[in-house]
């Protein structure tokens, strides 16, 4: 339980940098009033071929228009906006995590009380 503690806390740590940076793109996109905007992805990468990715999730990041940013709080605000996206992001990892875990849980229950695991345990 300790070693899925300590992975969550560093899955956290590294969203929340992750936040961080996304944050300062932001202001960097906006300052070149770029037509585009970021879009975080959860994708799930083959461990045969790395190259080889599923995607699981999407989170678009919402603009923070430098205008919008008062210079006496903007840091504050920033640091607001990199907080909720990090809680967003790793709210949709653990989302798509706990529902593969269930998944497998499920099938694993339907095999071992399927009506042929029963006929074997009696034999």
Known sequence: MEVLSDKLLDIEQQFLMLARLVSQS???LDM???MSHLRVLLVRVEDEDP???AELA????PDCP????????AVDTL????FEIGNSLLKK???VQWEQVDAQLT?????DFSPSAGQKRRK
Do not use: F, G, H, Y
């Open 79 to 82: 640091e607001q906006q990199t």
């Open 58 to 61: 999407s989170l678009d990041v």
């Open 93 to 95: 990892l653990m989302q």
């Open 107 to 111: 099938q694993q229950a339907r095999q």
């Open 51 to 53: 190259d080889k990715m």
């Open 32 to 34: 070149e009033k770029s």
């Open 26 to 28: 932001i202001v960097t």
């Open 66 to 73: 430098v205008e919008a940013l008062c210079p006496q709080t």
